[in-house]
């Protein structure tokens, strides 16, 4: 894991905010499974490659669920379960144990498919409903059965509920409860057959989706063995996987294969998520150098600077970027490390190969955001800050910023390079930008303020200044 977290395969600085929302709307959230892990406990990860792929899985399917428009981001977890949830209408979660245990890109593909029916569906709205229609029916029970035991104290009986009682507000809770499952476990189904119709809409199999869910059924067989199915969030997974089999043998699409372009950059991610996250030698043994292909070669290039630093690392990477000249990516790796490793040459070494990376792939706004680290740190170098370098570092930084409108850390990097340049209204906008997406409110209010003192009233600085005084809210 890389600690910058513009750079790939990262864990950003937290946003409270943002984490806290994420892990009180989970307990209302709509899942693979029952429970889904704490947003807080493993952190976000971002890396520019496995996004861009996973944009590549979800736009089809967010076409053929009318919601193109609605923005909808793919966030990973850094939990080794298997698993996807929603918290929202525009954020789908899924963990990255899900992309590693997924052999093909079907299988993760069907997952976005189910999720998405949730939100197409507007599930989680529905359920906050059925919730707050099931505690108004439980404490109506209460106040009746309190009101009861009242009557029968003034009649001699005590002034307790009594067993009798205590009885009725239990089974009345139980009822409660069983209402909001019922309703989930139909949500569930719904999603299923709605994932169903958005992969038959785009000529995908729905194998990926049945084999996910039958890879959760082997997983769940002994705890559900002798579950009461009334008192389960999900259908039961056999019968789960019964309705599901139905369906997707109707498909036309059924014994649809995915491409071996999208196989192979499958491939490469779970290579990828292994190079990080498992151990060195774990790597060595899933990808022993008798394997030559190009997913091996990644995840040991990986491990070999996690492992050996850049003297392992450099020879691995360049012979990867002869074998594909065109893979952005890899010279983003390259100048990721070279950039972490922290020595001026170093940093100095890392900005061409992000430089070529950024030709390669000019919308990856986390490459932008990397690369300017690079250059910010390099205009630092010598005893007068480099201007040119700093330029270039603050244009690039403006352009990602545009995608990437939440990054604290990019905010608090363009406020330190206007700094050094002397513009001090934009160092406290941006600033001010960095602090909201902290949870920082009063010192974003503060720095607000007075950058807004120095912008022409109602020009775009002076509204962004504004809004963060006004907290106005932004979607993240």
């Keep these: 894991m890389t600690k910058p977290a513009a750079s790939p395969i990262s864990t950003p600085p937290a946003r409270p905010r943002h984490i806290v929302r994420c892990a009180f709307l989970a307990l209302l959230s709509l899942a693979l499974i029952a429970a889904p892990a704490p947003v807080h406990a493993a952190g976000l990860i971002r890396d520019a490659e496995i996004e861009s792929l996973l944009r590549d899985y979800s736009r089809p399917i967010f076409k ?79 106040v009746l059965i309190l009101a009861a035991t009242a009557a029968g104290a003034a009649a001699g009986g005590g002034a307790t509920v009594g067993a009798a009682g205590a009885g009725a507000l239990m089974g009345g809770e139980g009822l409660t409860q069983r209402y909001v499952l019922s309703y989930r476990r139909a949500e569930e189904s719904a999603a299923d057959q709605a994932g169903i119709s958005y992969l038959n809409a785009t000529r995908q199999s729905a194998q990926g989706m049945l084999d996910t869910f039958a890879f959760l059924a082997d997983q769940a067989f002994g705890s559900l063995k002798y579950a009461d199915p009334y008192l389960q969030s999900h259908p039961l997974p056999q019968q789960r996987i019964a309705n599901l089999r139905e369906l997707a043998r109707e498909s036309p699409y059924f014994k649809q294969r995915d491409s071996a372009d999208l196989q192979i950059r499958h491939d ?38 996690r492992h050996s ?25 390259k100048g ?47 005893e007068r800050v480099d201007s040119v370098i700093l330029d270039e570092a603050i244009s690039n930084l403006r352009t990602a910023l545009v995608k990437e409108s939440c990054s604290a850390l990019g905010y608090r990097q363009l406020a330190s390079a206007y700094a050094l340049k002397n513009n001090i209204p934009q160092a406290r906008l941006a600033s001010a930008n960095a602090y909201q997406y902290e949870g920082k409110n009063e010192l974003a209010k503060r720095q607000a303020k007075d950058a807004k003192k120095s912008f022409l009233p109602g020009s775009s600085d002076w509204l962004k200044a504004d809004d963060i005084v006004n907290l106005k809210p932004r979607n993240c």
């Design 64 to 142: 053929a669920a009318e919601l193109s428009r609605q923005n909808i981001n793919i966030h990973l977890i850094g939990e080794r379960s298997f698993n996807a949830f929603i918290v929202d209408g525009r954020n789908i979660f899924i963990h990255v144990g899900t992309l590693m245990k997924a052999e093909t890109p079907n299988q993760v593909i069907g997952v976005i498919a189910h999720e998405t029916g949730h939100i197409a569906g507007g599930h989680l709205s529905r359920l906050r409903q059925a919730m707050s229609r099931a505690r108004t029916t439980a404490m109506m029970l209460r």
């Design 309 to 333: 630093g850049l003297v392992a690392f450099l020879p691995q990477i360049d012979a990867l970027i002869r074998a594909q000249p065109d893979n952005p990516y890899f010279y983003e790796l």
């Design 336 to 382: 990721q490390f070279l950039f972490k490793s922290g020595s001026p040459s170093s940093i100095r070494a890392a900005i061409k190969p992000l430089r070529r990376a950024l030709e390669l792939a000019p919308d990856e706004a986390l490459i932008r955001i990397l690369l300017a680290q690079a250059l910010f740190a390099q205009s630092q170098n010598g």
């Design 268 to 305: 490469m991610m779970r290579a990828k998520l292994s190079g990080f996250l498992d151990n060195p030698q774990t790597v060595l043994n899933r990808y022993p150098k008798s394997d030559q292909s190009f997913p091996a070669r990644y995840a040991r290039t990986i491990a070999s600077y």
